[in-house]
């Protein structure tokens, strides 16, 4: 994978469609602030530097239909990764619960013409923050609130990606595993 670092970009999923034909297969944007992050029903995705916020760009050669099993791919690679730190659960198709509060979200989409031309796999983790809008306090969690300490977004990252790649090879080449 290749890691295109931002200090701040209005959405790392925006950012890969925008620019999906001149960006190389399996590149990864994160950004360390989103300002217009959104996760599915163009619900507001907010992240702070504490988080980590990323998209991976595929261009798989797939059917159209195969593309929301995409989103089940990385919630199940999340989900290995988080559960090696905590006890999480996958609230299909698209979060990461810990204790009953979200931790991550996912969200796919893919960039059709009239073929699949790419699809962006947009990633939110909360990792390191300690406190949330009064609106999501009950309902959002931190690994850092969970677990009682730091942890690294490098490291956390760098597991997924390779948890994902795993998962991702496998289903790409007609297996289920990730179920």
């Known amino acids: 994978y290749k890691i295109i670092n931002f200090k701040t970009l209005l959405s790392t999923n925006?950012?890969?469609?925008?620019?999906?034909?001149?960006?190389?297969?399996?590149?990864?944007?994160?950004?360390?602030?989103?300002?217009?992050?959104?996760?599915?029903?163009?619900?507001?995705?907010?992240?702070t530097s504490d988080d980590l916020t990323f998209s991976i760009l595929l261009k798989p050669q797939i059917e159209t239909s195969k593309i929301p099993l995409i989103s089940l791919v990385i919630g199940a690679s999340l989900c290995k990764v988080i559960h090696k730190y905590i006890k999480c659960d996958i609230k299909w198709p698209n979060d990461i619960i810990i204790n009953n509060k979200k931790v991550a979200g996912i969200l796919v989409e893919g960039v059709v013409s009239n073929k699949i031309e790419a699809v962006v796999v947009g990633v939110g983790i909360n990792i390191n923050s300690t406190s949330f809008p009064n609106d999501l306090i009950i309902k959002a969690t931190s690994l850092k609130n969970e677990l009682g300490k730091d942890i690294s977004k490098e490291e956390i990252l760098n597991e997924i990606l390779s948890e994902f790649d795993s998962l991702y090879i496998d289903f790409l080449n007609g297996n289920n595993t990730f179920i």
Do not use: C, F, M, P
């Open 14 to 47: 925006q950012y890969l469609k925008e620019n999906h034909t001149s960006i190389e297969e399996y590149s990864v944007v994160v950004a360390e602030n989103q300002t217009t992050g959104r996760g599915r029903i163009s619900r507001k995705w907010i992240s």
